[in-house]
């Protein structure tokens, strides 16, 4: 019996030494994320001249849900992005019947073609623990709906006096004001496979568009890659 009562004791013992070293549940956290970025369009008209920067931005709202007692956590939420290209190719409706990449003819001080996304992230996230400043390595999808797309332009009219419109704009120098909202040939949703990687609040993002962005012209096989600071606020 006396044996019995050890073994037990034993037994125990050793099982409330190895809970002692078995790591507590992670706290949920990294809800609110926003991120600043710099588009690096691929594909684009072989005459198309970019500006160097190409500012984007996007916030998402996240749970996080952690898995048992690991350092991993799976997460989802909604967000928002907007992309932009600046450039001095015109996107309007062409001659031959749908919206395309125009090249504008004369000067301008700004031409751009937004596009804002309403966002479904979802995360694989990694991150140490007990730290001051955690590290993480956070990778997964982004499912997006185009809820905007528009044009802007500030320059002069003859820039665009070869673009179609509603109503044509007469060849001169006098600057005119463009901002058009009702764009064709552009794809309503986008695919895109996001990371981040950084210690403490601040770290580097990363975002691959998997899908074609516009259709049916010539530059359907466009796409971003965004590079940019994500802030985790809390």
């Keep these: 019996m006396k044996r019995i009562l050890l073994l037990v004791a034993c037994f125990l013992g050793i099982a409330q030494v190895s809970s002692a070293f078995d790591p507590p549940r992670m706290h949920p956290t990294d809800r609110f994320i926003v991120t600043v970025f710099s588009d690096i369009w691929q594909n684009v008209p072989e005459r198309m001249d970019k500006k160097a920067i190409q500012r984007g931005m996007s916030f998402k709202a996240m749970q996080d849900m952690p898995w048992g007692r690991s350092n991993f956590s799976l997460a989802t939420g909604i967000g928002f992005t907007s992309n932009n290209l600046y450039s001095d190719h015109y996107f309007g409706y062409t001659p031959n019947g749908h919206y395309d990449f125009y090249r504008l003819s004369g000067d301008y001080d700004k031409n751009k073609l937004s596009l804002n996304y309403l966002d479904v992230p979802v995360q694989i996230r990694y991150r140490t623990r007990n730290l001051e400043r955690n590290f993480r390595i956070y990778v997964g999808l982004k499912a997006s709906y185009l809820v905007n797309a528009h044009t802007k332009y500030y320059g002069k009219a003859s820039s665009v006096t070869n673009?179609?419109?509603?109503?044509?704009?007469?060849?001169?120098?006098?600057?005119?004001?463009?901002?058009?909202h009702k764009l064709e040939n552009i794809n309503?949703?986008?695919?895109?496979?996001?990371?981040?990687?950084?210690?403490?609040?601040?770290?580097?993002?990363?975002?691959?568009?998997?899908?074609?962005?516009?259709?049916?012209?010539?530059s359907e096989d466009m796409f971003p890659i965004s590079l940019g600071v994500s802030v985790i606020l809390f």
């Design 188 to 218: 309503k949703h986008k695919i895109s496979m996001t990371g981040m990687l950084g210690v403490g609040s601040v770290n580097i993002y990363l975002s691959y568009a998997l899908t074609s962005i516009f259709e049916d012209n010539q």
């Design 163 to 180: 673009i179609y419109f509603d109503t044509p704009f007469s060849p001169g120098s006098r600057s005119i004001k463009i901002k058009e």
